[in-house]
């Protein structure tokens, strides 16, 4: 695997949307629902709450005859809940949208998703499109490091800068465990012949401090609780956009990153209103919104967050999702094994 610098390619009304509440349980299928042959359509998402109801509401305010049901949790647990699903029954979603291709490659394998080809498919990003056909990406999501402007005065740069001693018990990063970006990232940092297991080992010789996930880290880091954070770059901005003392660096060894995919599963009643729950993700209006939420889309025509960068300008890590999807789980145990 090698890192190389993207270039982004051409490649109000009533709202019915049930079950925003976070995490909550998604209905059975209701044959009659509003335009919906199985009923409302269930979205299982590891996207944060406030982000999610917004784009439900405006997929609903153009797709008034689709009724949204939303199950919300991180990564491992919508692949534990999904997994429960299959031994028991079948599968309660529709739609997947989580963090990290290597779930749905494991997916894809399994049988368990449908193929499909997204709408608009040439001005997408063709790193983030499957070429099999089984999910797209719908947002592009790098994990960067930040720090407390208020604590530190020369910041980190690089992923080596980590493994510095003088950052012993300064940093901190979310669980592998819980996160699929940081279950991603780990098997990434692990592949990539600049950093592997000695830098992994270097890092956790300096104690971080591991966050139940991303949201904590951010939160940590503005409030100079720990200076340092490994953490996806849209909560930093987010986060310095209401006035906290907090900034980024992308680094220069390269930078990790997940598309956030979208897939259908095989078994869903409802392909036609998912297709179309998909195909917004991707579209301008789906990936405007996704701008205005402060992450980098899967396309050109539609601009960038304030003050981030084109993804022509970062060095993205872009591995093969079939190799990391190998390795993940062992890069997982191999972290959870050195922080003990």
Known sequence: ???????????????????????????????????????????????????????????????????VEVFRAGTGDLTARIEAERTTGAIGADVLLAADAPTFERYKSDGLLAQFTPADVDALDPSVVDPDGYYVGTRIIPTVIAYNTNAVDAPPTSWQDLTDPAYRGAITMP????????????????????????????????????????????????????????????????????GSPIAL????????????????????????????????????????LAVEQQYLPVRDDVGTPEGAPALADLPLLDPDPKEITAVQQEAVRKFDDLVG
């Open 175 to 242: 669980n592998p465990d819980v996160s699929g970006a940081a279950a991603y990232n780990t098997a990434v940092w692990l592949e990539t012949p600049e950093l592997g297991e000695q830098w992994l080992e270097s890092l956790v010789a300096n104690e971080p401090v591991v966050a139940e996930s991303n949201g904590p880290v951010g939160q940590a880091v503005a409030a100079g609780t720990q200076p340092i954070g490994i953490v996806v770059d849209y909560l930093v901005r987010e986060l310095a956009a209401k």
């Open 249 to 288: 660096s992308y680094p220069t060894d390269g930078v990790p990153y997940v598309a956030q995919p979208a897939g259908i599963f095989a078994d869903s009643d409802n392909q036609d209103a998912a297709q179309r729950f998909v195909d917004f993700l991707v579209s301008a209006r789906g990936q405007s």
């Open 1 to 67: 695997m090698k890192s190389r610098t993207r270039i982004a390619a051409a490649a109000a009304g009533l709202v019915a949307v049930a079950g925003l509440a976070g995490c909550s349980e998604p209905g059975a299928a209701d044959a009659d629902a509003d335009g919906a042959a199985g009923g409302p359509l269930t979205v299982y998402t590891s996207e944060p709450q406030a982000k999610i109801d917004e784009l439900v509401a405006a997929f609903t305010a153009a797709n008034p005859d689709i009724e």
